[in-house]
């Protein structure tokens, strides 16, 4: 181990690296994940604000927040029967 600390401040003297990164260890990798929601309503906006909705409530699940760590990904709309819209919205949730 004293060999070890000989080298770390023999970095941290050089200007390579800090001595927060070699007391801290290993970087921690970010877990991203994508949450699809669906929302159904003769209103496309209202249908979007569901399926939104609904993809922010399964991040929450997983132990996300969705007011910092979600960012909106995309939507995709359909008319299954003429008056009705499916919203289908992902979320990209990163920490």
Known sequence: MPALRRIAA???LAGAVSAS???GGP???AETRSYVGLG???NY???L???TNDAWAQASADGFDPATQCSPGGNFATQPWPGLYQ???LVNCTR
């Open 49 to 51: 604000y569901y399926a």
């Open 87 to 89: 919203v289908r919205a």
């Open 45 to 47: 906006f209202t249908a």
């Open 40 to 42: 159904l309503n003769n």
């Open 10 to 12: 023999a970095t941290v």
């Open 27 to 29: 970087a921690q990798a």
């Open 21 to 23: 990164i070699l007391v």
